[in-house]
């Protein structure tokens, strides 16, 4: 039981929360709260029975981070993607090649998910 | 009152610079050393002014300890000189002017340059080269632009006044009646805040930019298309996109902002060249120009400064004496990720906090240089760290707006440390005589 992980889209991004915790400082608190939540479409938070604020484990093919999950706001996403605003924690999951692009795949990239 | 009046600094018209839309049309309140009011700046425009503080720290460490700019310097100069692949990385929120001397650097001592751009719209600027840029100036789009498109972009959270100065809410002279005048679609795989704003909606599968960009580029070209593949390969029904391509053709003015849902996503400068296509396919039927929505105040200017300096706009390689352009070989993330680099010139960025986990070792792993207004974690681990003023709160110069369109900086305090350009000047003297001795 709760040991099934299954698979997601993760999508990290600019919030203007993280842009403001550039400003205020790297080490404050509302900037390392904004970029260590997981944002979860509410379907999917009630699917797996998880609450705000429990903590999951999320594993990419190069990486894995535990975060604290929150629910997406009404429709922003669709079930079977999740969000988190770039930081230190969304760069772990990504890999460092970047197929003759310069750009590691920041964005879009599989991950699996489950509760810790 | 008047005295505390007399006591308050009034800076009209300052320069924010913490987003590419580079606001020139703040009225800055300075209360000594501290900024209080922002007035016009956005919530990204006040955190970057009002949180302004100028810490106590050195101006230089070295290992983590306190030294002067000097033996800093002296320092930094010979780790630069001495190495085999020195590279330089960063550079989008400093000014024109120490971009400039950064290159001037890299060339001295034969190494790269690259700037943000490379994990930023590096692949827009591959795909610029591919198809070309159909372009314009945002004060077009602000007086002409009667579709506006955002793809893969959320300027409601990234660039909070885009809308309304420049894209949607201006009454602009074609466009009298503003935001009335205007179409406004937005594409993403979520529904963003900027999505809300939007009069069409278009929520594609995640990783199908490219076949909805071909999708409307087949749609433009008048080809038949099987309605449950494009759903299928899209997520959006035909009749919808078809729909919105009646809606470009008969648009006066048809603008498409992009971001990183494009360039951070499988494809990349494959998905860039899609869309600057579509743009270019457009201008058969009627004016469209494209224009990606760049992030940091100055990466504009990073982007112009290396192209005139040496041809290419970013990952530039100078170890055969002249410039090679390579992306994927000589950008920052390859060049680390790879363990190529052996040292490292670090400019007003954080790969510590924003890099691939084996960038960051490699990193973490060679001598390194760091110049950066604020703690970070790209400082705490640089073998020199330099604590450098804030350009356009404390230093003037000149910034590209995300159009290409030089702005002025109007500092409105005074700080103890050194700028970036005075920093980068000192150590391109310095470099620049090491090499001559050899």
């Keep these: 039981m709760g040991c099934m992980s299954e698979t997601f889209i993760m999508i990290p991004g600019r919030t203007s929360k993280q842009g403001c915790g550039i400003s205020e400082g790297k080490y404050g608190e509302n900037y390392q709260s904004e970029i260590t939540t997981l944002q979860v479409a509410p379907e999917d938070m009630e699917r797996l029975g998880y609450t705000d604020g429990d903590t999951v484990r999320v594993t990419s093919e190069f990486g894995q981070i535990e975060v604290v999950v929150t629910t997406a706001k009404g429709d922003e996403l669709p079930p079977g993607l999740l969000f988190i605003a770039y930081g230190d924690l969304s760069s772990r999951l990504m890999g460092g090649d970047t197929h003759g692009s310069g750009m590691p795949t920041s964005k879009g990239f599989d991950v699996t998910m489950e509760r810790i | ?438």
């Design chain 2, 1 to 438: 009152m008047s005295t505390v009046e007399s006591e308050l600094k009034i800076v009209t018209d300052a320069t924010c610079t913490f987003c590419g839309c580079v606001c020139d049309d703040i009225d800055l309140t300075v209360d000594g050393a501290h900024i209080v009011e922002a007035k016009r700046a956005c919530v990204l425009g006040k955190a970057w002014f009002l949180n302004h503080e100028v810490e106590d720290r050195p101006h230089c460490l070295i290992e983590g300890q306190p030294a002067t700019k000097e033996e800093g310097i002296e320092r930094a100069a010979r780790i630069l000189a001495d190495s085999k692949y020195p590279i330089i990385y960063g550079l989008s929120d400093t000014t024109t002017e120490s971009q400039r001397v950064a290159v001037g650097i890299a060339d001295w001592i034969g190494g790269n340059v690259d700037t943000t751009t490379s994990v930023c719209h590096g692949p827009s600027g591959m795909a610029f080269q591919g198809v070309g840029e159909v372009t314009c100036s945002l004060g077009e789009v602000r007086n002409r632009g009667d579709m506006i498109i955002f793809w893969g972009s959320n300027p409601a959270e990234s660039h909070p006044r885009h809308f309304t100065k420049y894209s949607l809410m201006p009454k602009g002279m074609f466009v009298p009646n503003g935001r009335k005048d205007r179409t406004c679609v937005v594409v993403d795989v979520r529904k963003t805040k900027s999505a809300k704003t939007a009069d069409i909606f278009l929520q594609i599968k995640p990783r199908r930019d490219f076949e909805a960009l071909w999708t409307l580029r087949a749609l433009a070209k008048g080809v038949s298309l099987d309605p449950e593949r494009v759903r299928e390969d899209t997520g959006v029904e035909l009749a919808v996109l078809e729909d919105v391509m009646q809606r470009m053709k008969a648009a006066k003015f048809g603008v498409i902002f992009f971001g990183m849902g494009l360039t951070m996503t499988r494809g990349k400068h494959c998905n860039s060249e899609a869309l600057l296509a579509l743009t270019r396919d457009m201008n058969a039927f009627t004016r469209f120009v494209a224009k990606p929505n760049r992030g940091h105040g100055n990466v504009t200017g990073a982007d112009n400064v290396v192209s005139w300096r040496t041809g290419y706009p970013f990952g530039v390689n100078h170890s055969r004496g002249y410039p090679r352009f390579n992306p994927g070989e000589y950008t920052t993330s390859d060049t680390l990720a790879n363990r190529e680099a052996d040292c490292a010139l670090i400019i007003a960025c954080d790969p510590m906090a924003n890099f691939s986990q084996p960038a960051r070792e490699h990193l973490a792993s060679i001598p390194y240089i760091a110049l950066d207004t604020k703690v970070t974690p790209s400082t705490r681990a640089a073998k020199i760290a330099f604590s450098v003023a804030t350009y356009g709160i404390n230093t003037g110069g000149t910034v590209y707006r995300m159009d290409d369109v030089p702005i002025p900086l109007r500092p409105a305090t005074e700080s103890p440390h050194p700028s970036d350009y005075e920093v980068l000047s000192q150590i391109e003297r310095r470099v620049q005589s090491l090499a001559a001795s050899r």
